[in-house]
């Protein structure tokens, strides 16, 4: 019934924009069939698995129309809470990791050591790469490497989950290369964008350490208090994995308003460049482990821990430490793109499972 309705909304929407009548209906026409058809998708048992992704694009496409009701909130401007945000999702990853998912370095040292030289390697190269080829003005190109620069994305445990991939090296992947950004994002950044923009490589540290790795343990550490008691149980990492969902949609809508007006003006080219980075990044995280000889469950889930990014870290250090609201722009494009195509990808994996005998 949503679907239907919100397919009209767009056939209206598409008549008023082609006809150049009614041009004031097209944005809350747009907005309101967006969010119909996040509903929708969550709604349906066959969809839920786009429902995340449904979710951030509507927040971004939104945020992009109606740029203000991001922007500020009554006395509070939306990019200053995004320090909080992120502070908040990566809580909340946190809170679902324990001692074991760290111990398991030791009895899957191979999967996790390729997928962090792949991770750590691959995509800030990639970034670097596309950012010379499409000639991008200095700061842009920033965005594109600081994005690569960035450890896994928050998401990237459930999407392998979807994938029938192996999670249990999805979430330890992430844990690690979360815990090991502090040297590694600044350092590839000094590498590969210091003669273009200053780094300041203690200033990204110290950001990235307070605002990522001190949220991650203190939710490990809530963890482990929490182990045995009352408040301990599946509603309550239920619970704040959902938190981390709306921070993460509302962190991608406030970066997308942000850059609104210049996503307009270089939008379609740099949508271009950040799709083959998030595309090339699976593909080349999927070959380099399979070899590296790991099975084609590893494979898999290296391959989207490899090309799903923490958008919202980049667009922070753009904004917060870089002080580039330009190098943004490249991160609030990433984050939709790449829960879109992470969807797309499960959903292909889950019916196609692994024939090694692993999930």
């Known amino acids: 019934m949503l679907l239907g309705v919100t397919a009209f909304m767009v056939f209206i929407a598409g008549y008023f924009w082609i006809a150049e009548t009614y041009s004031e209906w097209l ?35 939104v945020a992009i129309l109606y740029p203000s009701r991001f922007l500020r909130i009554g006395p509070i401007e939306g990019v200053n809470t995004l320090t909080y945000l992120i502070q908040i999702a990566m809580f909340g990853m946190g809170a679902t990791l324990t001692t074991s998912d760290f111990a398991r370095v ?52 459930v999407i392998t989950y979807l994938a029938k991939g192996n999670v249990a090296l999805s979430v330890t992947m992430t844990a690690c290369s979360t815990l090991a950004s502090p040297i590694m994002t600044p350092l590839m950044m000094y590498l590969l964008a210091g003669k273009s923009v200053p780094i300041n490589y203690m200033d990204m540290f110290l950001s990235i350490l307070f605002t990522v790795v001190v949220p991650v343990v203190a939710g490990l ?40 007006q210049a996503i307009q003006e270089v939008g379609w080219l740099l949508l271009l460049a950040v799709l083959l980075h998030n595309v090339i990044g699976y593909l080349l995280g999927y070959f380099g482990a399979k070899a590296s ?67």
Request: aromatic letters at 8%.
């Open 27 to 61: 944005a809350p026409l747009l907005a309101t069939s967006t969010l119909f058809a996040s509903i929708a998708i969550a709604s349906h048992s066959k969809m839920r698995t786009y429902a995340f992704a449904s979710w951030v694009v509507c927040f971004v496409f």
């Open 106 to 157: 030791v009895r899957m040292p191979k999967g996790v050591a390729v997928g962090m030289l792949l991770q750590f390697s691959v995509m800030p190269l990639l970034g670097w790469s596309l950012a010379t080829l499409f000639a991008f003005p200095p700061e842009i190109g920033t965005g594109l490497i600081l994005v690569g620069a960035c450890p896994g994305g928050v998401s990237s445990n």
């Open 221 to 260: 550490v809530c963890n482990a208090l929490l182990q045995g008691s009352r408040f301990k149980g599946a509603n309550l990492e239920s619970y704040l994995a959902t938190l981390s969902m709306i921070a993460i949609c509302i962190i991608c809508g406030i970066i997308a308003a942000n850059s609104s």
């Open 293 to 359: 000889s790991l099975n084609e469950s590893d494979s898999r889930t290296i391959a989207i821990e490899v090309g799903l990014q923490n958008g919202g870290m980049a667009a922070m250090l753009a904004t917060k430490v870089l002080k580039l609201p330009a190098a943004a722009i490249a991160p609030a494009l990433f984050a939709p793109v790449m829960n879109v195509s992470g969807s797309l990808l499960a959903a292909w994996w889950s019916s196609n499972p692994t024939s090694d005998g692993t999930e």
